[in-house]
Nanobody, 129 residues
């Protein structure tokens, strides 16, 4: 049974940083995309970043490029999201998710929530102005 547990959320001032963690268990993730999404009140779930587990290459949503970094630690089965220069509009619940398996390239639709099969419970990030 796949389980994802996020941690690291909290309250931070604009311009600050936070590091989120997602502890994954229940399967081998080496051939899967792992992603981070976020959802603000009244808005749709938004793609943040993804990583191909065994290749470590990454993909980001446009508004996150240059500020957020996704990474993973295979020994700990954990995916991280380092967020720098946070803005009030980054306030949301952040979710970790297991996406599709991949071959030689990125699967199509990795920025779409419905391509992801397993989700964590989410962690709240609040950025004050």
């Amino acid at each position: 049974q796949v389980q994802l547990v996020e941690s690291g959320g909290g309250l931070v001032q604009a311009g600050g940083s936070l590091s989120l963690s997602c502890a994954a268990s229940g399967r081998t993730f080496s051939s899967y995309v792992m992603g981070w999404f976020r959802q603000a009140p009244g808005k749709e779930r938004e793609f943040v970043a993804a990583i191909r587990w065994s290749r470590k290459d990454t993909y980001y949503g446009d508004s996150m490029k240059g500020r957020f970094t996704i990474s993973r630690d295979s020994a700990k089965n954990t995916v991280y999201l380092q967020m720098n220069n946070l803005k009030p509009e980054d306030t949301a619940v952040y979710y970790c998710a297991v996406g599709p398996s991949y071959g030689s390239g990125w699967p199509s639709g990795i920025n779409r929530p419905n391509e992801y099969d397993y989700w964590g419970q989410g962690t709240q990030v609040t950025v004050s102005s």
